[in-house]
């Protein structure tokens, strides 16, 4: 490929945060190009950098946060020298957490600000309910956004992003939150975005919904030219071994083999629930559910972004509003969708601490230090053990929470969304751990969107659709929700995504923190 004819090129980009511990470095000395209206994949390993990177190419970095070496060319110009405004019309980010997107209260608003800040000259409110359909929002156009499910907020910072109208769309984690067939609409979406020329930049662990409109895979584990080692999609099959020794996934093959452990016998209960009432706010949300928790058990929660699974666990947890019958056993320990609500200290060493001396407070300061480090060690965190929870990546903060949680030997553990933003070697990490907390009595209530990992760990699988919670087996899941299959009825609601450039100025003034934009 011509870097003379790239979109984007980045050329020797170095990104260092300065530490306690000295500098560290999220991206070192990586070089590639994207030409315009292809789709460029980026996949690496948990904390290599990439959500650092896509920072980089939308120029939040180096100015809110540490130092950045090399260049990032935009259009043949250096990106610094764009403008806030002008950059937000030219490259536009959907971040991995959508919480750090939002600049409003209220889904409408939020796109509002959006179109306000481009000085966008047509009709807002029509524009606005146009890029809610878009994305299948149109429901709630009027909601909070704090009482949007995850998978919901994700669609939104789509919207955000579309709004910008920007030539190119920087992705991280598109796909973690959502449902599977919310993945195979959002698939069909960026295939019709890119056939209008829009530019992709996705960052993901797996490419199952975007391979069929991908121009290539770039790998972010060696330093230099990433260009050189580039993939083409027809030929990822043949980088199986090398994307599995990486902890990468391709499909769900590393699956084969494991299936649920069984349940003790006598069998016990953990939990139990009849005609279980759940509200938001002052509404019911949830009515008549029912369902029991067998002690030394999996069970997996799944059902559609929006459907209440986080209203369920926030009621087993002991927060929230409802009513009914509901038994828990023993205290209960939560691990949050969004890891960074969960953190309460300064530090990652800290932040295990807390849970036990919470649960040994008796236990000597020593003592508690040595079982913390060991926890830590066990789960590869070790090394940044007195750096704050928020400088870990996405995917860190994940195995923190979860930690912290394991740490105080609760015997039912609530998991929302666990293995979000984990590639497959992470991933496989959780599964072994929690496989060996269950044969020594823990349960697990595990709300997830990966209908594989349900099938290969849980003994019970709960599907929480229309108000109703049914147990469901395996092959229905299969059947129901084949992976990888894009629902292409939703091209029919993109053709107005884009709007011609040429209808706006090239520069605008904008009031919109900068940080915010996109």
């Known amino acids: ?145 704090y009482t949007l499910s995850g998978g919901t907020k ?86 199986r071994e090398e994307f599995s020794r990486l902890g990468l996934f391709l499909d769900d093959q590393w699956l084969a083999g494991h299936s649920p452990a069984p349940v003790p016998q006598p069998p016990g209960l953990a939990a139990k629930a009849e005609g279980l009432i759940l509200y938001h706010g002052k509404k019911p949300f949830l009515r008549n559910l029912s369902f029991q928790l067998e002690k030394g058990s999996v069970t997996a929660l799944i059902g559609g972004n929006g459907a209440g699974k986080t209203t369920l666990l926030t009621a087993l947890a002991g927060a929230g509003r409802w009513k009914g019958n509901l038994w828990v056993q023993g205290k209960v320990g939560l691990v949050f969708q969004n890891p960074r609500f969960q953190f309460l200290t300064l530090t990652v060493e800290n932040e295990v601490l807390v849970t036990l001396r919470a649960a040994e407070p008796q236990g000597e300061p020593e003592a508690l230090k040595e079982k913390a480090a060991a926890l830590l060690e066990e789960f590869g965190l070790l090394p940044w053990k007195k750096n704050s929870p928020y400088e870990l990546s996405q995917g860190q903060q994940r195995r923190l929470a979860l930690l912290s949680m394991l740490a105080g030997d609760r015997p039912l553990l609530l998991l929302d969304e666990p293995t979000y933003a984990q590639d497959e070697r992470s991933t496989s990490f959780i599964l072994s751990l929690l496989e060996r907390r269950v044969s020594q009595g823990l349960t697990v209530l595990m709300a997830t969107h990966d209908l594989a990992l349900a099938k290969a760990c849980a003994n019970q699988i709960l599907l929480l659709e229309n108000g109703s919670l049914t147990p469901v087996e395996p092959q229905v899941l299969s059947a129901r929700w084949p992976e990888g299959t894009a629902d292409r009825s939703q091209k029919e609601n993109v053709k107005s995504a884009r709007k011609d450039p040429t209808e706006r100025p090239a520069e605008r003034k904008t009031r919109r923190d900068e940080k915010c934009e996109g």
């Open 1 to 145: 490929m011509g870097k003379e004819n790239a979109l984007l090129q980045v050329q020797n980009l170095k990104k260092y945060f300065k530490t306690a511990k000295g500098q560290l470095h999220a991206v070192d000395d990586i070089t590639f190009s994207l030409e315009r209206g292809k789709t460029l994949g980026v996949v690496g390993e948990s904390g290599c950098g990439k959500s650092t990177l896509a920072y980089c190419l939308a120029g939040l970095y180096p100015e809110y946060g540490g130092e950045l070496e090399g260049e990032i060319l935009l259009k043949g110009k250096p990106l610094s020298q764009f403008g806030p405004a002008a950059r937000s019309q030219a490259v536009s980010i959907l971040f991995q957490n959508p919480d750090n997107q939002f600049c409003m209260d209220r889904v409408d608003h939020e796109i509002l600000f959006a179109l306000e800040n481009i000085n966008y000259s047509g009709d807002l409110r029509a524009r606005t309910r146009e890029l809610l359909t878009m994305v299948g929002l149109e429901q709630v156009e009027t909601a909070p956004i």
């Open 154 to 239: 994700q669609k939104l910072a789509l919207a955000t992003a579309l709004a910008t109208g920007a030539d190119t769309l920087i992705l991280d984690e598109p796909f973690a939150n959502l449902d599977p067939g919310a993945c195979g609409k959002l698939s069909a979406l960026l295939e019709q975005l890119n056939r209008q020329g829009i530019t992709l930049l996705i960052v993901d662990h797996r490419p199952n919904w975007w391979r069929g409109f991908l121009s290539r895979i770039v790998l972010m584990e060696q330093e230099g030219d990433l260009d050189q080692g580039s993939i083409p999609p027809q030929r990822l099959d043949e980088y």
